[in-house]
């Protein structure tokens, strides 16, 4: 290590410690306003005193338990559907050489790039002759063959040893006897990757929702909170920081709880 | 023989559930799009007809439409590139032992798993004039306030701003994953050489994490196209279409002014757009890129 | 083509299974109502209670409420209803949105509904400038309900500061530039006046072209003034009180934040919606007043908010249900508690007339502000296409507030583009 090296070490952790109270100070001040009363919002007094009051305004003016629960089921839904239909789908690319599974497998991919949300119009016009405009299986349809969940538990099902996949098969197991025993169990680890990201995609997810939805009863938390942040007359500075952390509680606190985990599943959803 | 045809069979009754649903929802409409863009804007009293091109060549006279598609451009190129530079910086900040790490990684990862619509509703505190954050801070200095988000020159700026800070810490979680996967001996033996760490990083450590740049630089592009969910809450596109994009536009044209055909036309753009980058991808990056 | 035979089948089916039910039981008229509010809380707790207190009076009418988002959500979802088959029989939609809901062939007149001389007296028992937003062709189509005028709010402890008279605000736009340099501050801290331009800049803009005795459409949607030399003028003043008189902010002025700024006295004057008022009233820490808009060549403001309207797949039982319904919550009563309650106009000289509202207005003067500028009023911008129109208008306003464009040259392309628009509608 050179002297300059040396130096450098401090001046590396205050930068580092530097970048990261500014990345946190954003959802700083959320809480700062939430816990305080209006008057504080813009004015800092550390005497100030700490109130629920904002969290129960704005749970008055807006059903967001509601919001929070159609949210809950909506991805719960999604993420059953995704995980029955991507590993289905896996399964057959992964170990079936079927015929135009080459084909298939790109007309597959092409859903990375083209997304539901980029086809709002026509998907709005599908789910409308279905009937299913505002509601949570409307929100939930266009994205439960997920490309990428077919990606990911194709790459996992392709790495499960072939010995395994023999020895389940001299016991008797048929075609989807091995994939409950073999596949399903070793691609744990993907599954508890592709369910994060994909749970706190969906919770984050605003735009198409905010097309299919129209009532409280279908709602999710960030249009409910897209729609109370932007009203007609303006709402309250401090009800809006709380019904804020309102919505990114949930996600928050079980992000802080299994921060490893999370990272850990984006990496290794990232890596491919 | 038997048993060859049972794979094919097996093979196309796996796939069926998620292919039915993928046609429906991604196929199906990106053909569907195409064919309305040739039709007029119908309504009961005057139906839709076929128009050719017709609206392609309205779209080509539409100002807004250049507007936003400038605006994608400067947006792509003001959040990438920062963003990618500040994610590797972060990265290489929480792989070394830092006192307080997870504190730090937590900070940087945080943003990422808030939505886009509730880091909009705490950012716009930070820009409102006045009385906004920002300007209380430059008030404190004795400097002057600024309308952030009022100003054509500044919205874009602030609104990048906001979004490379949502944005850096999801790309540093991929770096993070490359470095981890760089031995430590290539670092010692570098150092041991006399190179300094910056000339290590340069020469060996930033080729190195390449391909993962690629990678993010491809998706963070295809990403840039649809991050509007801001828009809704920040500017609404404004003023005058200063930080309107793509995405927000079609919105727009589709559900408030019910032109679904003239919407249908903007939604090919965009197609083009992600097919142009989905190619580059393709064949430019794939021979360099290892997947697992 | 399809969806109309469609509806036309279920309608079908649907009256021969009333027909049917009818004689097992008391035929029961069922209507859906689609109503805008954005969030829950006390607009929707006041509309249920209006509504269970119609369906106590008339037990043979059923009412669903479903509150559908803002104005625009409450049009997607509507419209949306109507062509996938849903039933609706009525909804209090955007004032202005009556020109697509007529191309649309969504909507009915009242002129065809109403039958007796009485109730063709009741389409005229409303302030006949609320009523402009809802006539069109020689026919009525929406009832006013959720009406707002533009007030100026303004900041008393600020004018007594100032040395102004708290009891007189700026009544013509050369008072309110001088009281405007009064009231800013020279450090820039503290500003004269605001009036938003996010949100709803043709609104706000409606309430200046008026005051320069110019509309800025005509009474059929097809053709609009936006580059009349009054219009020009207009948005040259809007864009001087920043530049020149130094008493607004430059560029864009945020709607959803201004009353915060107000609030915190960032700004001592404010044009807002009176739908402000109960918030304003309940969080202001200083005295506030609230005055008519200041005139140039004469006062003016457009009239906001939305209408009723019945549509037009509907029986002759839902529309007499629904004329019910809409009379029931528009009469003089029912309007002064809903003004009371909501802050939104009473919408007939009659619910000013009731003692109620009579005695609210002597505890608090400013909840009949909007009502004595009703005399001064015009329609809201609305067209065909308003919403390409709006947004060409709106672009003009902010690119000229912004220093990008001139007056003259984004009013015309403006109007250009509303030309283009509107062309095939004249």
């Given amino acids: 290590m050179t002297a300059l090296d040396r130096l450098s070490r401090p001046l590396e952790i205050t930068a580092a410690w530097a970048l990261a109270l500014l990345w946190a100070s954003p959802l700083l001040y959320a809480f700062w306003a939430a816990f305080h009363g209006p008057e504080y919002a813009v004015n800092f007094d550390l005497a100030a005193p700490l109130t629920l009051e904002n969290f129960r305004e704005a749970l008055a003016q807006a059903p967001f338990l509601r919001y929070g629960f159609n949210t809950f089921l909506l991805v719960t839904l999604l993420l059953a559907g995704q995980f029955i239909l991507c590993t289905l789908a896996a399964y057959a690319f992964a170990r079936f050489r079927f015929y135009g599974s080459d084909v298939a497998f790109a007309l597959v991919l092409v859903q990375l790039m083209v997304t539901p949300e980029i086809l709002i119009v026509e998907n709005y016009r599908t789910l409308a002759g279905l009937s299913l405009v505002d509601s949570i299986s409307g929100i939930a349809l266009p994205y439960m063959a997920s490309a990428f969940g077919i990606f990911l538990l194709r790459q996992a099902f392709k790495s499960t040893p072939q010995e395994l996949v023999d020895a389940a098969r001299l016991e008797g197991c048929g075609v989807f006897g091995v994939l409950r025993r073999v596949y399903i169990p070793l691609a744990k680890p993907t599954y508890l990757a592709y369910g994060l990201v994909s749970v706190s995609h969906h919770w984050n997810n605003f735009l198409w929702p905010l097309v299919i939805t129209n009532s409280v009863e279908t709602r999710p938390l960030t249009v409910g909170l897209g729609i109370f942040g932007a009203p007609e007359s303006g709402a309250d500075w401090s009800i809006i920081s709380a019904a804020t952390l309102l919505s990114v509680a949930p996600l928050l606190i079980a992000f802080l709880l299994f921060q490893r985990q999370f990272v850990q599943s984006f990496m290794h959803a990232g890596i491919k | 023989m038997r048993q060859d045809t049972l794979r094919h069979v097996y093979g196309w009754l796996l796939l069926t559930p998620a292919a039915i649903l993928l046609v429906a929802f991604t196929h199906y409409p990106t053909v569907a799009t195409f064919i309305n863009s040739l039709f007029s804007k119908g309504n009961p009293i005057r139906p839709s007809r076929f128009v050719g091109f017709e609206n392609y060549a309205l779209m080509m006279e539409d100002p807004i439409f250049w507007k936003v598609l400038g605006n994608n451009a400067i947006f792509a190129l003001g959040t990438i590139p920062t963003s990618i530079a500040l994610a590797i910086v972060m990265a290489l900040f929480v792989n070394s032992r830092l006192p307080g790490l997870g504190l730090v990684r937590m900070a940087y990862f945080t943003p990422t798993v808030l939505p886009m619509i509730a880091v909009a509703n705490i950012w716009l505190f930070f820009y409102t004039p006045g009385i906004g954050l920002i300007d209380q801070i430059l008030g404190l200095f004795g400097l002057p306030g600024h309308n952030w988000l009022g100003d054509p020159d500044t919205v874009m700026p602030a609104i990048i701003v906001m979004t490379i800070w949502k944005e850096a810490g999801f790309f540093m979680i991929f770096y993070l994953a490359a470095l981890q996967n760089i031995p430590a001996e290539l670092r010692e033996a570098a150092l041991l050489e006399g190179a300094s760490r910056w000339t290590y990083f340069r020469r060996v450590l930033f080729p190195l994490l390449m391909p993962t740049t690629l990678f993010v630089l491809i998706n963070a592009v295809l990403n840039s196209f649809k991050l509007v969910d801001h828009l809704f809450v920040l500017t609404k596109g404004g003023p005058d279409n200063a930080s309107n994009l793509l995405l927000y536009y079609i919105f727009e044209t589709a559900f408030s002014f019910f032109d679904t055909t003239y919407g249908a036309t903007l939604t090919v753009v965009l197609l083009l757009l992600l097919a142009v980058f989905a190619l580059v991808q393709f064949f430019l990056l794939d021979k360099r890129i290892h997947y697992r | ?426």
Avoid: C
Avoid at chain 3, 101 to 123: C, P, R, S
Avoid at chain 3, 138 to 153: A, E, N
Avoid at chain 3, 399 to 419: F, H, M, N, R
């Fill in chain 3, 1 to 426: 083509m399809f969806h109309r035979m469609k509806n036309g089948l279920m309608a079908a089916a649907t009256a021969a299974f009333m027909m049917g039910s009818a004689t097992v039981a008391q035929a029961a008229t069922e209507l859906t109502m689609y109503y805008p509010v954005a969030v829950g809380g006390p607009l929707t707790k006041i509309v249920d209670g209006l509504v269970d207190d119609f369906m106590k009076e008339n037990p043979d009418i059923k009412v669903n409420a479903i509150y559908a988002g803002n104005y625009n959500d409450a049009r997607i979802k509507a419209l949306a209803a109507l062509k996938s088959g849903e039933p609706a029989q009525l909804s209090v939609m955007f004032s202005i949105d009556i020109y697509e809901l007529i191309e649309q062939d969504a909507i009915v007149a009242f002129d065809d509904i109403v039958e007796t001389a009485e109730e063709k007296a009741w389409l005229d028992s409303f302030y006949p400038t609320l009523m402009q937003n809802g006539r069109t062709a020689g026919k009525t189509w929406g009832i006013p309900f959720q009406r707002s005028t533009i007030v100026m709010y303004y900041n008393k402890d600020k004018f007594r500061a100032a040395g102004l008279d708290p009891e007189n605000a700026p009544a013509t736009w050369d008072e309110l530039v001088e009281a405007g340099k009064k009231l800013t501050a020279a450090d820039g801290s503290e500003w004269g006046m605001m009036i938003p331009s996010t949100g709803y800049p043709y609104w706000m803009f409606g309430a200046l072209t008026m005051q320069n005795d110019q509309v800025l459409m005509n009474g059929a949607g097809d053709t609009t003034f936006f580059d009349a030399p009054a219009t020009v003028e207009a948005l040259q003043f809007w864009k001087d009180l920043g530049t020149k008189h130094k008493v607004m902010p430059e560029g864009t002025i945020e709607w959803g934040t201004l009353r915060k700024n107000f609030l915190e006295g960032k700004t001592a004057i404010m044009w807002h919606s009176t739908g402000n008022l109960t918030a304003v009233k309940k969080n202001a820490t200083f005295d506030f007043g609230v005055a008519m808009l200041p005139e140039n060549k004469r006062r003016g403001t457009p009239t906001g908010g939305g209408n009723f309207y019945i549509f037009k797949q509907t029986s002759p039982e839902e529309r007499k249900a629904a004329m019910k319904l809409i009379r029931f919550m528009t009469n003089p009563e029912r309007a002064a508690e809903w003004s009371m309650k909501t802050g939104y106009m009473g919408v007939s000289p009659a619910a000013y007339d009731t003692k109620q509202l009579q005695d609210y207005v002597k505890t608090f003067p400013y909840a009949a502000v909007a009502r004595d500028q009703l005399e001064f009023a015009t329609a809201e911008l609305s067209t065909f296409q308003t919403g390409r129109v709006r947004k060409a208008l709106d672009d003009a306003i902010q690119a000229v507030l912004t220093g990008s464009k001139t007056p003259e040259k984004a009013l015309t392309e403006a109007q250009e583009t509303a030309d283009r628009l509107l062309k095939a509608y004249r």
